[in-house]
């Protein structure tokens, strides 16, 4: 179950998302009708699954013929996914920023790190190595560079 946190700031929607995406999420419910520009944060979903994704794609298909701006911020790993499998998925929409995976060479632990887009560009995906928090040891970026990037290669 998701649960949306919007809120208007001129011709701006900022539309925060929590929860897994699922068959029960009706996004013109949670999030109604909006217009102008929306900023969809997808930080804390955690997973969405097939008819979730249909569900997302109908829905912002429908704003973006409408003439709504998309941009997705903060995209956890798990839409990071779904922007790669499915070309379609952000509906015309700018990914702004995302999370990327890491992993400690020392302790072994996993951890999330937030980059924007057009860093990520800069860099040639050359991503940089984290110091862990837990142990203070060399985190490394923990997937295949070309299949985590591809979409912004598109």
């Not at 946190?5 to 925060?16: A, F, H, L």
């Not at 997705?72 to 379609?88: D, G, H, P, R």
């Not at 995906?125 to 985190?139: H, N, Y």
Request: glycine share 10%; with cysteine.
């Amino acid at each position: 179950m998701v649960n949306v946190i919007k809120e208007q700031k001129g011709n701006i929607t900022s539309v925060r998302m929590v929860g897994s995406i699922e068959e029960t999420v009706e996004f013109e419910n949670l999030v109604g009708a909006v217009s102008g520009e929306v900023h969809v944060n997808c930080k804390e979903i955690p997973r969405i699954n097939s008819v979730g994704v249909k569900g997302w794609i109908k829905y912002f298909q429908v704003l973006s013929a409408k003439g709504v701006k998309l941009r997705f911020v903060e995209c956890s790993t798990a839409i990071v996914e779904q922007i790669n499998l499915i070309s379609n998925f952000v509906c015309g929409g700018a990914v702004d920023s995302i999370y990327v995976p890491f992993s400690c060479t020392s302790c072994k632990g996993e951890f999330i790190g937030l980059f924007k887009t057009e860093d990520l560009k800069k860099l040639n995906f050359a991503i940089p190595d984290l110091k862990c928090g837990k142990c203070g040891g060399k985190a490394v970026f923990d997937d295949i560079p070309e299949e985590y990037f591809g979409f912004l290669n598109r």
